[in-house]
């Protein structure tokens, strides 16, 4: 169920403040019947959505209100479009994300692994586009969720995301799906270094590349010049002399098995999933839209155009993140 017209928004923000409970059991009346119930009684309303709910001796008054259990943890799972407020650039945000405004594509992984040319390609261009990624700052939707969860309201936030920005805001338990662009590992012998110290190294053998302001793509690298690439010096691990590669899953990789058995541990300890900006094309995501529906849970969404959690989700709001989020209240 996507509420996106006006109308539905009322009704969104009124059923929230009196029921605090599942909406989609409340609008099975129509906008109309459920407008000229509750103006009446609460003409402001407020759009709120609580993951965990007040004590359960709270009850609505009202008969189309259902009384059922509320939800005692939540936990939240998110994709790029959380980032793009902050300057990050998305893939699939309909008419502006990369699918839509490019034919350019990712690097895959097997692409990376197998040619040194195209390994030398994607470091000359994250070697530019780093300056500007790894400033990137948290926006209103990563701090609102920080403050969810100091006040006990949110468990766990599952990020698709590589940027980092969660940690930024200083939100405590955050499961990175896809790892971490702020670290390099050694394909070989597994040793890390920061990605701002192989800045460092990149810097040093490349000094005919000088840094530059330039749009930045999805992936944090940017457009360069055939001659720069071609020119452009990548070094191997200092310990073993192996393939380095950002501490990420790149596509066409397989997430990390023990990762994804981390994320189900928590999602069994929670009963309400909260997506935000991901349209869940990706499976590494999306199954965890499957456990939560196997389970029972309560899901809803937070996006910008359809995802392919819609069919399980109690509703959808079609909207930016930053703009919903910081009215919400929890």
């Excluded at 909406?23 to 459920?34: F, G, R």
């Excluded at 596509?251 to 309400?272: H, I, N, Y």
Aim: hydrophobic share 35%; proline share 6%; aromatic share 10%.
């Amino acid at each position: 169920m996507n509420y996106s017209n006006p109308s539905d928004t009322f009704v969104l923000r009124s059923l929230w403040q009196v029921s605090r409970y599942d909406l989609i059991n409340a609008v099975e009346m129509t906008s109309s019947e459920v407008r000229s119930v509750m103006y009446k009684k609460h003409p402001a309303g407020c759009l709120t959505i609580c993951l965990r709910t007040v004590p359960r001796r709270w009850a609505s008054q009202y008969s189309f209100v259902p009384k059922h259990e509320p939800c005692q943890d939540g936990m939240l799972s998110q994709g790029q479009g959380i980032s793009t407020e902050s300057g990050i650039p998305d893939y699939r945000s309909e008419g502006v994300g990369l699918y839509a405004t490019s034919d350019r594509r990712p690097i895959q992984y097997k692409q990376f692994v197998d040619s040194s040319k195209a390994r030398q390609r994607y470091w000359a261009r994250n070697y530019m586009g780093w300056p500007r990624f790894s400033s990137v700052t948290p926006n209103a939707a990563h701090t609102c969720l920080t403050a969810w969860e100091r006040s006990g309201k949110l468990a766990c936030v599952v990020t698709q995301n590589v940027d980092r920005l969660h940690h930024k805001a200083r939100t405590s338990n955050v499961l990175e799906l896809h790892g971490s662009a702020f670290n390099v590992v050694c394909m070989n012998c597994r040793r890390q270094v920061l990605r701002q110290y192989y800045q460092t190294c990149l810097t040093r053998l490349n000094p005919h590349l000088t840094l530059r302001p330039m749009e930045m793509r999805p992936d944090g690298d940017v457009e360069l010049t055939q001659e720069e690439v071609d020119n452009f010096y990548v070094p191997p691990c200092e310990g073993c002399g192996g393939i380095m590669k950002p501490d990420l899953v790149f596509f066409g990789e397989s997430v990390p098995q023990e990762r994804v058995e981390r994320v189900k541990r928590e999602l069994a300890k929670c009963d309400a999933l909260l997506v935000l900006g991901s349209s869940l094309y990706v499976y590494s995501g999306y199954r965890f839209i499957l456990a939560g529906v196997e389970r029972g849970m309560r899901m809803c969404g937070v996006n910008i155009g359809p995802t392919r959690g819609d069919p399980h989700f109690l509703f959808r709001i079609d909207a930016r993140c930053g703009d919903v989020l910081p009215r919400l209240h929890v």
